[in-house]
């Protein structure tokens, strides 16, 4: 069973970048797709972006394309989130989540397709 924390949230200026981290525990974490999600107050969780297990295959959101990039470490057990570009409307908490199928060949965006997640990190952007 994978276990997860993010870290790496805060408060950022509009235009600003952050880098999250989500560390992974367990030992079949090189064998699962990992995603990013995000749910600010009164809205429903969000997809970010996701990495296929390999980390050869990315998703992105339609609303984080061009300014956010997922990558993973699998050495490491890590899973990044690198936020450029930031905009008041990226206020949110994000979480990190893992995708239960190993070697899933398909990289999802589904909230309901993933299955372990983290506690989240706060990230608050100002204008």
């Known amino acids: 069973q994978v276990q997860l924390i993010e870290s790496g949230g805060g408060l950022v200026q509009a235009g600003g970048s952050l880098r999250l981290s989500c560390a992974a525990s367990?030992?079949?974490?090189?064998?699962?797709?990992m995603g990013w999600f995000r749910q600010a107050p009164g809205k429903e969780r969000e997809f970010v972006a996701a990495?296929?297990?390999?980390?050869?295959?990315?998703y992105y959101g339609d609303s984080v394309k061009g300014r956010f990039t997922i990558s993973r470490d699998n050495d490491k057990k890590m899973v990044y989130l690198q936020m450029n570009s930031l905009r008041p409307e990226d206020t949110a908490v994000y979480y990190c989540?893992?995708?239960?199928?190993?070697?899933?060949?398909?990289?999802?965006?589904?909230?309901?397709?993933?299955?372990?997640w983290g506690q989240g990190t706060q990230v608050t952007v100002s204008s």
């Open positions: 989540a893992v995708d239960p199928t190993p070697w899933a060949k398909t990289v999802v965006g589904s909230p309901t397709e993933y299955d372990v």
């Open positions: 367990g030992r079949t974490f090189s064998r699962h797709n």
């Open positions: 990495i296929r297990w390999s980390g050869g295959i990315t």
